[in-house]
């Protein structure tokens, strides 16, 4: 009976860390040093885009 409760937990915690991982993994670049900024939308011209610092922002470097 002992088993049983336990496979009940270990069951449980298994699909409640599984429900984290709904949403696709979204990859930011840490911006802010070493000449790069984060800005809404679109880099500024002159400006190269390294990546997304989080949603709707463009990691930019200065050139």
Same mark, same amino acid.
Request: proline residues 9%.
């Given at each position: 009976m002992r088993i049983l409760c %336990? %496979? /009940? /937990?270990l069951l449980f915690v298994a /699909? !409640?860390?599984a429900a984290g991982f709904s949403r696709s993994? *979204? !990859?930011h670049i840490k911006c &802010?040093? *070493?000449g790069t900024f984060c800005t809404p939308g679109k880099c500024p011209? &002159?400006?190269a885009y390294l &990546?997304?610092?989080r949603? &709707?922002?463009s990691c930019c470097r200065w050139l």
């Open positions: %336990f %496979f /009940v /937990v /699909v !409640h860390g993994p *979204r !990859h &802010g040093y *070493r011209n &002159g400006n &990546g997304p610092c949603t &709707g922002y």
